[in-house]
């Protein structure tokens, strides 16, 4: 059984540019959420996918944007990138099966903003 | 606002003895608990969870302890394993039960358990 997967596993990108980072949630799970780990930090929440929908949405500016496939996976956007914008992304997916709300998570893509 | 909080960066325990990790929130319609160990370069790893309606959860060698009139929850592990040496974090979420809901997350403590 897969855990959740991510790619790319490190992505170097310069001020201005986009990125496009990719998830894959674990089987049988239907719910993906987005967080930015910044160094020393714990996550943060960016945003949460489910039905292919943004569900809910942390305190990240329209530059962070989402999307969630038919097939469950989701992909984070970034556009105009910031050098604050460098930190650890992480991809947690989770059941919107009542009582299942813990959320697994994905190994995570190290962006760094020059 | 920091809503949940780890004040100890970092905790150093001997091998076989215990470890205890603590964690304090200040939301009270927070109604469910986590607790992440996260290794170098990797993703954090789910270890243990308490809904609100419990004030103690065991699996193995954790457990954690929900005290909600303090708002405070710790996680101890016996007895502790070099393995065990990772940054540990609490995290809390609000609607168990109903959708599944964002994690608020602490900031972590780094655990060494020395041989």
């Known amino acids: 059984d897969a855990g959740v997967t991510q790619s790319p596993t490190h992505l170097i990108k310069t001020r201005g540019q986009q990125v496009t980072l990719r998830c894959s949630p674990k089987s049988g799970h239907d719910t993906v959420s987005w967080y930015q780990q910044a160094l020393g930090q714990g996550p943060q929440f960016i945003f949460q996918y489910y039905e292919e929908e943004e569900r809910q949405r942390g305190n990240f500016p329209d530059r962070f944007s989402g999307h969630q496939f038919p097939n469950y996976s989701s992909e984070l956007n970034v556009n105009a990138l910031l050098l604050g914008d460098s930190a650890l992304y992480l991809c947690a997916s989770s059941s919107s099966q009542w009582g299942t709300d813990t959320q697994y998570f994905g190994p995570g893509t190290r962006l760094t903003v020059l | 606002d920091q809503q949940v909080k780890q004040n100890s960066p970092s905790l150093s325990v001997q091998e076989g003895r215990i470890s205890i990790l603590n964690c304090d929130y200040t939301?009270?319609?927070?109604?469910?608990f986590l607790w992440y160990k996260k290794y170098p370069a990797e993703g954090p790893t789910f270890l243990i969870s308490?809904?609100?309606?419990?004030d103690k959860n065991e699996d193995g060698r954790f457990t954690v302890f929900l005290n909600k009139s303090a708002k405070h929850l710790s996680l101890h592990i016996v007895p502790s394993q070099p393995g065990d040496s990772a940054v540990y974090f609490c995290a809390a979420s609000r609607d168990y039960g109903g959708a599944t809901n964002k994690l608020i997350f602490g900031t972590g403590t780094l655990l060494a358990v020395q041989p």
């Open positions: 308490i809904s609100s309606i419990k």
């Open positions: 939301n009270s319609m927070f109604d469910y």
